[in-house]
């Protein structure tokens, strides 16, 4: 199935959309500089697919680009894997929390951080109906 009608939503639409905070980066949707000094790029570009899973040997079978990852494993782990996988944004839903050791090490790899209090069930849905499509 070929997902053709996606929108690139940028990093301040994602979160309007989902009603997210903003846990690294400086709040106006450009990334913090990544340990080459690239800002990522991404961000500033925009994202136009979503890939839910606790689950980061799924992540790692990614090979799409501008893919936001939504999950609730709120780990060290996530970040490392996000960052292998080359993704740029990760949304932690349920409401969990990110440690200063996830945020530094995100700064340090240019991944931006988004919580969000819904499900992973309710974020996914309002990204797809705002235009994010599914990797699959």
Do not use: W
């Amino acid at each position: 199935m070929i997902i053709t009608n996606t929108l690139l939503m940028t990093l301040q639409e994602i979160l309007d959309t989902i009603d997210g905070r903003l846990v690294t980066g400086n709040g106006n949707g450009i990334p913090a500089p990544g340990l080459n000094g690239t800002t990522g790029g991404v961000s500033s570009n925009g994202f136009n697919l979503a890939f839910a899973s606790d689950l980061m040997s799924d992540v790692l079978t990614l090979s799409n680009d501008n893919v936001v990852l939504l999950t609730g494993l709120a780990t060290l782990q996530t970040i490392r894997t996000a960052e292998m996988a080359d993704i740029n944004c990760i949304i932690f839903v349920r409401n969990k929390r990110v440690s200063p050791e996830m945020v530094e090490l995100a700064n340090e790899s240019g991944i931006e951080l988004i919580e969000c209090r819904y499900s992973m069930f309710k974020t996914s849905g309002l990204l797809y109906q705002a235009g994010l499509g599914p990797v699959y």
